[in-house]
């Protein structure tokens, strides 16, 4: 048995095809946890550097390093941004990786930079300090970064 589809019946499943569309490109993302245990690592490394003994910091850097790549390789794949879907790999990007690792080597050293100013300027605590600013630029650059993952997702993805 055949039946014509209306013209707005057509519509309207082709309507509701992009906005589930739109909902899977939106679930692209690192999980908020992530930049937010990034931030507390940052100023944690950078109050072992300011009151620690030397070798803390380095086995404190060591460790969250250790950390970061126990968990890393399924988090920045961007398929894993809420437990609520897994995004299918030929949708997300393999470059997010590499321009999550890029942005925290970006802000590894920014850290260096800021802590080499703040001591210059005769601050107390220089790698707190800069850590703390740096926290806050993963706290929100990690977030904006993942956004625009998503926006050229959403324009390379052919539509249905």
Do not use: C, K
């Amino acid at each position: 048995m055949h039946r014509d589809i209306a013209e707005t019946e057509a519509r309207l499943a082709l309507s509701s095809i992009e906005h589930r569309r739109q909902q899977v490109i939106a679930e692209i993302d690192v999980p908020m946890w992530y930049w937010i245990g990034l931030a507390a690592g940052w100023i944690g490394l950078g109050a072992l550097a300011n009151y620690g003994p030397e070798w803390a910091t380095i086995a404190g850097t060591a460790a969250f390093g250790v950390a970061h790549a126990s968990f890393a390789p399924r988090v920045l794949s961007g398929r894993h941004g809420s437990s609520h879907l897994s995004v299918r790999s030929d949708l997300v990007s393999r470059h997010i990786p590499l321009l999550v690792v890029g942005f925290l080597i970006v802000m590894t050293a920014v850290t260096v930079v800021l802590a080499l100013i703040a001591n210059a300027d005769g601050a107390r605590n220089p790698a707190l300090v800069a850590s703390v600013v740096v926290a806050a630029l993963v706290l929100t650059g990690g977030p904006l970064l993942m956004a625009s993952v998503r926006r050229h997702a959403e324009r390379h993805v052919d539509p249905l």
